[in-house]
Nanobody
Framework: QVQLVESGGGLVQPGESLRLSCVASGSIFRLNTMGWYRQAPGKERELVATRSTGGSTIYADSVKDRFTISRDNAKNTVSLEMNNLKPEDTAVYYC??????????WGQGTQVTVSS
């Protein structure tokens, strides 16, 4: 059974930074992709950033100059350093893990609110 636990969300002002972290546990195939999606009120869940064990990285255009994803393959952890946060970044951020199949695992989500 695979479990994902996120942490690090909170309330910040525009221009500030946050770091999100996620720890995966359970039966995880060694080759996988982990990352972050987010969902704002009234919108569909969207990709923020993902990184595979091989180092392949994807960023949403809206965050690629401000966010940095990193991971520790051995520990099955992934982090998202979010800099220069904007109100448009307000959303619930979900940790993401996929391996072998097209069906991903999801964390419970952590709220990020950017407001002055």
């Amino acid at each position: 059974q695979v479990q994902l636990v996120e942490s690090g969300g909170g309330l910040v002002q525009p221009g500030e930074s946050l770091r999100l972290s996620c720890v995966a546990s359970g039966s995880i195939f060694r080759l996988n992709t982990m990352g972050w999606y987010r969902q704002a009120p009234g919108k569909e869940r969207e990709l923020v950033a993902t990184r595979s064990t091989g180092g392949s990285t994807i960023y949403a255009d809206s965050v690629k100059d401000r966010f940095t994803i990193s991971r520790d393959n051995a520990k099955n952890t992934v982090s998202l350093e979010m800099n220069n946060l904007k109100p448009e970044d307000t959303a619930v951020y979900y940790c993401y893990l996929r391996f072998l199949t097209v069906n991903p695992y999801w964390g419970q989500g952590t709220q990020v609110t950017v407001s002055s």
